[in-house]
Structures are given as C-alpha cells and as structure tokens.
C-alpha cells in the first residue's frame, strides 16, 4: 500500500524523497480545505479583534465614533491604576477558581455514578442535563427569585431548619453575592462537565476493572491509579473549557447582581465603561486585557497538556 502511494507522486528518485513529496501534498491539501473556514474566522472574529485593539490605542466615544484621536497605551496605563479593574479581576479570578474546582469534583462524582449499570440510567442521564440545557439568562432570573430576601425560597427552607434567624439578601449583600453567584453557576454547569467525564469513563476498556477485582484492588485505588490517569485527557480537556468559560462570565452575573462592584467581572467592567459611561478607548483597553489574560491562560494549559504527555 505505501508502495502505491508512494508511486501516486509520479517523482523520480528514493522512497524518502516521495514520501516527503506526498507529505507535502498532504499539508497543502489541508490548508485548501481549511482555507474557507480560515477566512470566515478571520472576518468573524479576527476583525472585531483588530478594531478593538485599535480602538483601545485611542479616546474614542461612544457618542462619536468617528472623531477619535490616538492616543497610544495610555488607557492601558489607566487601567493599571484603577482598583475598580483590580477588583474586577480578582473577582474572576475567585469565581474561576472556586466554581470550577467545585464542578470538577462534582462532576467527577455524577460520572461516576451515572457510569454504573442500573436501571433507568438513559433517563437519568438525561434529566442532569436540565439545568446545563437551560439557558443562562433565564437559570439566573430563576435563581435571583429564589435567593430574594422577602419572596425567596432558599431563605425560607433556612428559616425552617433554623440555620438562619432572618432572611438573608443574598444578592445585594457583599458577604453572599459571590457565594450565590458560584452555587448557581456549579447548579448550571456541573452536567457539562459530569458529561465530558462520563465520556472519558466510557472509553476505558471494561477489561482494566474485572482485572482489579479479581486481584482483590480496593475500588478507592482503582480510582486514584486505574480511573483518573486514563481519563486525564478529557479530564484537562474538561478543566480547560470551563476555565476559559468562567473567565469570561457575563450574563450571569450580571443578571443577579448587575454592576455591583463586589461581584463585578472583567466581562462587566468592560461592558459598564463601554456602554454606560460610553467610553469605547478604555473599555475597549478593558477588552483587550481579558483578551490577553485569557490568551496567555490558554497558552499555558497547552504547554502544561504538551509537557504532560512528554513526560
């Protein structure tokens, strides 16, 4: 078969030299089938991407976008000085942190679960997908009713069991606000992560785990030695997607707790400068510093994921 491949080439001279020409043939082949989805990428969001990072090198206005002078890095420099940014990104990153550590653990826990042969597993794989299924706007709006003070449910179940002595404010407190964000973004995201595990289980030769049980394995060592190193790939994939998630989080928080400083993303900051204070070279400078935080993040994952797998 290599041999007829290699004939395909119609060039003269050793096996090497066609193979590299059949190589070459090949990327160039790629590159013609990539090349549509390239350019429509490039329009889509390389565009966007260029005009904000101009518009951040300058003092335009939102109620003039045509009058507008350069003005270098020097919202750049702004931005570096302002605690309400600071504040900003350290709430993502808090958020981040917290929200997907939870998931991961969580999910991990329903994976495992739903990957046990029982009856009505199809159906109950289904109803977890629920709350991933519906859509962030509306989870968050539900949520806020259920956390309100007067009319909210949550309190009133506290109140019942006596772990609380008066209704709490979940929302407009700055002591539970970042709390009730992360429970209702665990709630929402936990199936997406439960999802790409259990599809990491389900790869796992069944052979691995009879081989274990009969050599008497404790199934919590199965676990740590067996069962995690097989699913780290999905596992880091799983990590990274909701990573790069949370990091951008907008609509969520925004829903609940709108432009609270305490709860304030760097999505919502950008947002605020751009729309309500219409300021488009700063929060566009904003903009531009959640692009590169989440860039560099995502550059950092690839290494550790390339290095891992060296090693």
């Known amino acids: 078969m290599a041999t007829a491949f290699e004939a395909g080439t ?8 066609r193979r590299s020409a059949l190589s070459r043939q090949r990327v160039r082949a790629a590159w013609l089938f990539l090349a549509p989805m390239l350019v429509v990428l490039g329009l889509v969001a390389g565009w966007p991407l260029l005009r904000t990072l101009w518009f951040a090198l300058t003092d335009a206005s939102l109620a003039d976008l045509d009058r507008y002078e350069f003005v270098g890095p020097l919202n750049f420099l ?7 940014w600071w504040r900003a990104v350290r709430n993502t990153l808090v958020f981040t942190f917290v929200s997907v550590s939870l998931e991961t653990v969580l999910g991990m826990m329903i994976a495992l679960a739903l990957h046990t042969r029982f009856r009505g597993r199809g159906l109950l794989r289904a109803a977890v997908l629920i709350p991933w299924a519906i859509p962030t706007v509306v989870s968050a709006k539900m949520w806020a009713w259920m956390f309100n003070d007067v009319f909210g449910i949550v309190n009133e179940l ?3 069991v006596g772990a609380i002595a008066a209704p709490i404010a979940w929302t407009a407190s700055p002591d539970t606000a970042m709390a009730a964000i992360i429970i209702v973004d665990v709630w929402k995201t ?6 790409l595990l259990l599809a990491g289980l389900q790869m796992i030769p069944e052979e691995i785990y009879e081989a274990a049980r009969i050599d008497g394995v404790n199934p919590v060592e199965v ?3 067996v069962t995690l190193p097989l699913i780290r790939p999905a596992l880091v994939v799983a990590i990274v997607f909701r990573t790069l998630d949370a ?3 907008f609509d969520l928080v925004y829903v609940m707790t709108g432009n609270n400083r305490t709860t304030m993303s760097m999505s919502i900051y950008a947002r605020q400068q751009l729309v309500d204070f219409q300021d488009v070279g700063y929060g566009s ?17 690839l290494m550790a994921i390339r290095f891992g797998r060296e090693a």
Request: charged share 15%; net charge neutral; no cysteine.
């Open 285 to 301: 400078a904003a903009a531009a510093m959640l692009f590169a935080i989440i860039a560099v993040m995502t550059v950092i994952y």
């Open 10 to 17: 119609n060039e003269p001279g050793p096996p090497s030299r």
């Open 247 to 249: 990091m951008r989080i």
């Open 78 to 84: 702004y931005l570096s000085t302002d605690p309400d």
């Open 223 to 225: 676990f740590f030695r």
């Open 158 to 160: 506290l109140l019942t």
């Open 190 to 195: 936990t199936p997406f992560m439960a999802l």
